[in-house]
């Protein structure tokens, strides 16, 4: 057992952190202010292409991909510095091509798709030239029972049809994205878990129309491309857009859940690093009823809770990189819906202790944190309810106890 | 002892419920299509004015306000009518004019105001003509600690003139506001709670810079005149604006509080009946894992966790309400604590879960649950954080044992 | 509405209150070391005989009887008398002839037993000259739901045959029980609630074992009676001893446990007062790092919370006996059942925290709060675990929503 | 990083598994008899004997101490093995002479102690042939802050004399303790931490008075040696007793401290281990409502909940063990604070789900979990109550704050 990072994860993690240092954090308060000086909520930020220049420069690019196409770093050796790009959430992983859900579209791309449909998609997006999208929630069913998706991929001819209903379909608000990786039914006579397919569409496939915006608690998340309700009225593609074949979708969907999972997680425990750090400058600043916040004993309590809870959430999320590395995402199977579980739910207890250290000033738009805690939130939603995971979890656990 | 409700607010209840079920809920929709449609934020929606008059014409006006200018309700009376407009509290409240901040500014001016100040703004308020705002809070201070106020009212001949910085001053950033009351120091030698003084001043006057919109969790609660920060230069208006007389600041905002404090205790309550009631209906409606959450354990402890909680919640306020009513608000303050500290944390965790049972749409605009959350979420530092509250609290409670 | 307790109630409070403080308190360490120098655990504790006199002697007896037979209180009368005796619970309600499970025997006997079962059982135990045992739950079988007891009761000629085994039958340890209630089958084949009777089982009828004293975390519970293991082989009894009749159980269980529930319910509320007491007399005489525990936030925010939370309680408590003596137990349904789910986990909380302010002594026999947080916890389970009851409340809640 | 277990850990493990699951689990109802069989609670129980012998036999024995001394394991090897003896808290640990006090008092003999002070007491505790005491705690001073502890230990000629009265002195009730390690101040006026001392005092030097065994929730833990009242009245030892020198107790106690932490912690978690299975045997053989407790939501989202917990809890207690043998105990501070945080209130959680699972029968004797939960609800207290632990992580996590 060794609880040390290796040499080249603390070489990135140097590099990643100057990076944020010299240009990350100087440009969010440029961003703030191109955000509210631009018309339209889903716009590019100016800011933004700076960030991505320089980050290229340095080499930070694409950290997220393992294999040739990206920086062939392992799950264990990318979660760290997907940590760091935590930090500043609505910069930082886009600054180095390490944004959903781009990444898990693009591990995708890398994994599952020809050829020709790396070369017309992936090869845009791993150089940050496009965007995309990934359409996988309805509204009309519980979606996180992958079974239940209703949308429907027909064949007929030399074309797949696709009709349905999708909703947070993120990043497709983009003004950027070109292109959607949408689930749907191709066979509902299948087994279970063969009647699902993923197939590329074009945004601007005719019968594509991309509605509206769906808000966070009030936030748009529009510089990071949205989440958008998007209907598919007999949208045509060629058969060649689908990934891996028909009723690939669920083994897809399974195989890009893991490090997505990871990316989350690490990207929250980022936030709450950067929580605890605002909580902490408050509290020396701060003076009430005649001392400085961090003398006062339930300040101090959330501070020690704050980083007792994410060693342990980091060192979880570490180990299930760890197990994904070692024995693959299957022998990972509790750990990955463990860190699921855990991560969104402490994050969002430490970013609500540092709104309440800032009084009224933390819940707007003057710091990051009531945004921040919009996003711990909706990932208790995110690829299904806690409770389904809860559940799931659950019945292995008392597995080896009924075949008694 | 009597835990029935009399005639009147029987009578009155029926009629509310009434007004409720037969303008209130069809207007929120029309309500949700006028505000996406409008430009600005901040503007006044078509259908509120249309909700006023018939509110006015079923007589249900001016509830909250006891005496010759009001209803002439105690407040024991008219906490469950205020449980009621929270139900829908975007709309409700102000077409019953029975809105903060005008609510809290009205019985100040109905109190202490002159016969003169009262003919100039507690009448067209009264009627619903013109909306206020009350500047309290300040960005730079620990403002929960009263005597912390920095905004400088000095006299100056026949004038008073006003220096400093508010924010989160509720109500001014809507349209018809047009009357602010502001808190600030007259006298920094005084004794410690007749230092701060509280004097109207119109929205107009110049040197009052209106200069942003605060949002809480991304909402900017445009049509309910959302939190505005406000900037004072200068600003000089007639020395009889002073309310009550210099050095009342402190004994004014402690008046204010109390029937306040019933109010919002009351609205959270009515937000989470509605969120319970949402949540059931989702629960029958919506099947996941082969049946409805109905049936489900988890979602069955939060619908009845959630009864448990309202339950004791609205017994607490409604005893506090009758203290007041009997013994003043020095006699409730214990309780006037106890509500604040119990309602909006209890409240925030209820709405959560209704949040939970609605899956992504939970924290959508298609809902209104992470609107009411936000609102939930922000009492808890409005008036003071809570932390501040349960210190005070505490301290009354261990006196006796000092003293012995 | 009225919160406001009548004049009787405070007459009888005060009175209570004064032998509280002239009696009961100082018999508490005579009683601790008397039940140290004994060698039985169950052995009654001769400082009691003295209690029961003088409580007698003052006219504070049987207080919790409604009618005739007792002293004629409403539920909401006796509430608050209850509470007090919680202050001192392993020997105030005892004095008082007010102690389960002999309350609960006494309410069935008033209001099921015929003439001869009131004359031979009713009226030793309404002079306190013996104790009863209540004998339901059985080890073997989820007895939360009262159709899953398997005692069997057969009718044989005159007589009932009782056969089966319970557990933590209350009172069955005491050296002066004499008389027990045990609630078994009559008949397999009846509905579902006719199936189950309730018989008197006088304790040294052949084939009763009292097999052995249960724990509850370590504590005999003796002085009270403890919680027994009985097993019942072929116990023969008269046909006279049933209670009101064949297929009768779970009516009678139903009638027993609505006052039941209130009497624990405020016991605990005065336990969780005495909790708070001495936590505040702690935190003003211990010193840690340089300040007494009542400067420190960490504690004021426990005193705090548990003055809130006890506020809400009680009240919830009272208003549920106000519907009992209105409107009825079937009308108090929710309502009795939120209070067993509220209740025991926010007393436990409380006492929690009291423990934790008097440090390593707190989990010991110095003082008593070790033993009231372990009567808490344990009714957590008692008369069912709270889930049970959270399930059924839940059921009820949707119960609207179903029949849309 | 590397998060599996080393070959040799890997080995021992195997080797405790089978101990347990060949002698440890089957002894614990034969240890249940003999307890209740005996009229002393502080007695030996035969099984422990015959337990002791096998495991030295097996080489099981003293794996907790490094060093020629001992097994010469790191602490992070040792962790899994003591995770592995709290399955079974009450025999396996002093099985295989790993039980506290004992290993904290062993270690800094190992440590600390003279070639003569090791000979005469290390060598028959490392037989176990003896047991002994640790002294520190005193029931008038917080004793949390070890500058308070109040004992005297005065030079006089060529002794010490000792004077004071601790409590929850470990160890100190077992027959076969002979020697207890004292805490105590010999210098008044030095630096405050060069104030303590700590020596050795032979249990039965005159004016040593074990005054009593000190409860906790009802327990006496007699078979484990108990918590004992010792009073020390003019007690006189030789002055090379002294341990380490005059003005060391602080450093001693410092040093102490890091690896009994973990061996509380991870016996805590084997704890936690051992009621997630007796809650999922549990839950799959007891049926209510009709069907099997492990089918219902409730119950799975507290199993889910506590491997997702314990999960968490094993790796920041085992990166702490690494830290110490890497960086030492001084760079683990932190970690040190936190697992004594996080472990002994998540346990105490876990536990209390399992009792709830187990009904009345969960808070009694017939299973080991009412037991286990005062274990873990006590070690909230241990070493100073949670709140100092945080107090000081909190400070030190704000350092950089204070220095900008």
Redesign the interface.
């Known amino acids: 057992?060794?609880?040390?990072?290796?040499a080249r994860t603390e070489e990135l993690r140097g590099q990643l952190l100057a990076f944020l240092d010299e240009h990350v954090y100087p440009a969010e308060p440029v961003a703030a202010v191109q955000f509210r000086e631009t018309a339209d909520p889903w716009a590019r930020l100016p800011v933004m292409a700076e960030l991505k220049a320089e980050a290229r420069k340095r080499g930070l690019w694409n950290l997220f991909l393992p294999g040739e196409h990206g920086a062939g770093l392992t799950n264990?050796q990318y979660a760290p510095l997907a940590e760091l790009t935590g930090r500043s959430p609505h910069l930082a992983p886009e600054a180095v091509n390490c944004a959903a859900p781009d990444t898990g579209n693009m591990e995708v791309l890398a994994e599952f798709g020809t050829p020709e449909q790396q070369a017309r998609w992936l090869t845009p997006l791993l150089e940050g030239e496009i965007r995309s999208a990934f359409c996988m929630?309805e509204?009309d069913v519980?979606?996180?029972?992958a079974s239940n998706i209703a949308t429907r991929i027909e064949r007929d001819g030399d074309e797949y049809v696709v009709n349905g209903r999708k909703?947070?379909a993120s990043g497709a608000m983009a003004p950027e994205c070109e292109i959607m990786i949408v689930m749907g039914r191709t066979d509902p006579d299948a087994p279970k878990h063969r009647q699902q397919s993923m197939i590329l569409v074009p945004r601007d496939t005719p019968g594509v129309e991309v509605r509206r915006g769906?808000?966070?608690?009030?936030?748009?998340d529009g510089p990071h491309g949205g989440h958008a309700e998007v209907v598919f009225t007999d949208v045509r593609v060629p058969a060649s857009n689908i990934i891996a074949g028909e009723g690939m979708g669920f083994a897809i969907a399974q195989a890009r859940l893991g490090p997505g999972r990871i990316h989350h997680c690490m990207r929250l425990i980022g936030m709450a690093e950067r929580a605890?750090e605002l909580m902490?400058?408050r509290?020396?600043d701060?003076?009430?009823?005649g001392k400085p916040l961090?003398e006062?004993?339930?300040?101090?309590?959330w501070?020690?809770?704050s980083?007792?809870?994410i060693?342990?959430?980091r060192?979880?999320v570490?180990?299930t990189a760890?197990?994904m590395d070692t024995v693959g995402n299957k022998g990972a199977h509790?750990?990955i819906q463990?860190i699921k579980?855990?991560t969104p739910r402490t994050v969002e207890w430490i970013v609500d202790k540092a709104?309440?250290a800032h009084?009224?000033?933390?819940?707007?738009?003057?710091f990051p944190l009531?945004?921040l805690?919009?996003q711990a939130?909706?990932l208790?939603?995110?690829d299904g309810?806690?409770?389904?995971?809860?559940?799931s979890?659950?019945?292995r656990?008392?597995k080896?106890?009924?075949n008694?």
Do not use: N
Request: hydrophobic content about 45%; charged content about 25%.
């Open positions: 057992m060794d609880f040390g990072y290796d264990l929630t509204p519980a979606s996180s029972d909703w947070f769906m808000e966070v608690f009030g936030y748009t605890v902490c400058r509290a020396v701060r003076v009430a009823f961090a006062q004993g339930v300040v101090q309590e501070i020690a809770e980083r007792v809870r060693e342990q959430l060192l979880l570490l180990k760890w197990l509790t750990e463990a579980i855990a709104i309440q009084g009224a000033g933390g819940v707007s738009q003057d009531a945004q805690w919009a939130r909706t208790r939603l995110a309810p806690d409770e389904v995971h809860r559940r979890l659950a019945r656990e008392l080896p106890y009924l008694r």
